[in-house]
């Protein structure tokens, strides 16, 4: 049986979770991803509150999103940059996750550039919550570039910088393979069916 710790006690309880960190470069796709899942499947923003009027609000900045499905999904889909992006730190991310473990949900998904190309960092995250899937995107540089240059509207950007990182994300999945780690690639023409049918094994 899978075991996960929260940040309060430090101590191992039992857990159905399914962590599932989604992987790849900018202009990879992952974004993209997560907004459909989100559309089709359904999902609430939070933090939220009851206002004046008794009626359910959103309170503050996006944190999470609460899925239709009972799943969760880490940071905000507002703009172009989302995802774990938008919580800033590591360490931000990583105590977002302790917090929606402690509700126990059948999965929780995240993603962003910040989470993509580190790997000791969450390597060790996975083993203390019991295990995660590293879900990593195919898509070719050139690609990931193409579809750069067409979001940013064809202003310059820094090609050797998404050479690197394209190149050290294939790399973590060298390593988590090697390490025993769960993980999935998601061919990038059929990405989104992919996807489904991978969220759909939890089932």
Not at 36 to 60: H, I, S
Not at 73 to 78: A, C, L, P, R
Not at 152 to 158: A, L
Request: glycine share 8%; charged share 25%.
């Amino acid at each position: 049986m899978r075991r996960v710790r929260t940040n309060s006690s430090k101590t191992a309880q039992p857990a159905v979770t399914r962590l599932i960190n989604l992987r790849g470069t900018n202009g990879s796709g992952k974004t993209y991803l997560v907004r459909r899942w989100m559309q089709e499947v359904g999902a609430l923003p939070y933090p939220r509150r009851k206002n004046l009027f008794g009626t359910d609000t959103l309170c503050g900045p996006i944190q999470y999103y609460k899925l239709s499905d009972g799943g969760i999904v880490i940071g905000s889909y507002e703009n172009n940059c989302g995802g774990c992006d938008t919580l800033g730190s590591f360490a931000e991310v990583e105590n977002a996750l302790w917090e929606r473990l402690k509700e126990r949900p059948p999965y929780i998904l995240f993603e962003g550039v910040i989470v993509s190309h580190i790997y000791g960092y969450w390597l060790e995250f996975s083993k203390k919550a019991g295990g995660m899937t590293w879900v990593f995107l195919d898509t070719p540089v050139d690609e990931c570039l193409r579809r750069i240059y067409v979001r940013n509207r064809n202003k310059p950007i820094n090609e050797g910088y998404v050479h690197e990182k394209h190149k050290a994300i294939h790399t973590v999945s060298v390593k988590a393979r090697r390490d025993g780690e769960t993980v999935v690639v998601l061919p990038w023409q059929t990405a989104y069916e992919a996807f489904v049918k991978l969220m759909e094994k939890r089932k």
